[in-house]
T-cell receptor
Framework: AQKVTQAQTEISVVEKEDVTLDCVYE???????LFWYKQPPSGELVFLIR??????QNEISGRYSWNFQKSTSSFNFTITASQVVDSAVYFC???????????FGKGTRLHILP | EAQVTQNPRYLITVTGKKLTVTCSQN?????MSWYRQDPGLGLRQIYY???????DKGDVPEGYKVSRKEKRNFPLILESPSPNQTSLYFC??????????????FGEGSRLTVL
């Protein structure tokens, strides 16, 4: 069965520090999709990125980067030079191609301190 | 504007009083889903639907019903709400993950309190 583990419940860093949010997944499928979503204090859920299992290239988008490693079943998210506006709950999610469920991790609450 | 609309946004009700939370999307998405968000438990999938008249249970379907009579609507029905259904509910839609970005578009959430 598919599973997503975000072991870090809560993280606090000082503004401008780099921070990495961990995501470890379990799946028996060879084709699957990984996602990250952001939930700012206002409560809405915002899509950040989707990754296919056959594309292990790392992705960078501005201050955000994602490290996908199939060997360790991890899809970690790094924020470089963090800002107060990055404070949010971040969810990692998994969807198997053979199953239409989308499973979320429990989330990591990130506090960026000024 | 592309959006997922949920109603009501806030509701306080009493045990046993049937209620429906509506969800409507204007993006012609096939896939729609309901999640509940609880502290420490993250987002858990209640039901999902791949298309009209096709629904499936998620991880926590007990106490809920859904229907998908039209592509744009996916109401969540609590026939006899209980206090353990007090939660924040999100509706979401997308194209199926195998065909498109798989980005889930979420509604703004419905905070339900059952007394």
């Amino acid at each position: 069965a598919q599973k997503v583990t975000q072991a870090q419940t809560e993280i606090s860093v000082v503004e401008k520090e780099d921070v990495t949010l961990d995501c470890v997944y379990e799946t028996r499928d060879t084709t699957y999709y990984l996602f990250w979503y952001k939930q700012p204090p206002s409560g809405e859920l915002v899509f950040l990125i989707r990754r296919n299992s056959f594309d292990e290239q790392n992705e960078i988008s501005g201050r955000y980067s994602w490290n996908f490693q199939k060997s360790t079943s991890s899809f970690n998210f790094t924020i470089t030079a963090s800002q107060v506006v990055d404070s949010a709950v971040y969810f990692c999610a998994l969807s198997e191609a053979g199953d239409d469920k989308i499973i979320f991790g429990k989330g990591t609450r990130l506090h960026i301190l000024p | 504007e592309a959006q997922v609309t949920q109603n009501p946004r806030y509701l306080i009700t009493v045990t046993g009083k049937k209620l429906t939370v509506t969800c409507s999307q204007n993006m012609n998405h096939e896939y729609m889903s309901w999640y509940r968000q609880d502290p420490g438990l993250g987002l858990r999938q209640i039901y999902y639907s791949m298309n009209v008249e096709v629904t499936d249970k998620g991880d926590v379907p007990e106490g809920y019903k859904v229907s998908r009579k039209e592509k744009r609507n996916f109401p969540l029905i609590l026939e006899s709400p209980s206090p353990n259904q007090t939660s924040l509910y999100f509706c979401a839609s997308s194209f199926p993950t195998s065909r498109n970005t798989g980005e889930l578009f979420f509604g703004e959430g419905s905070r339900l309190t059952v007394l």
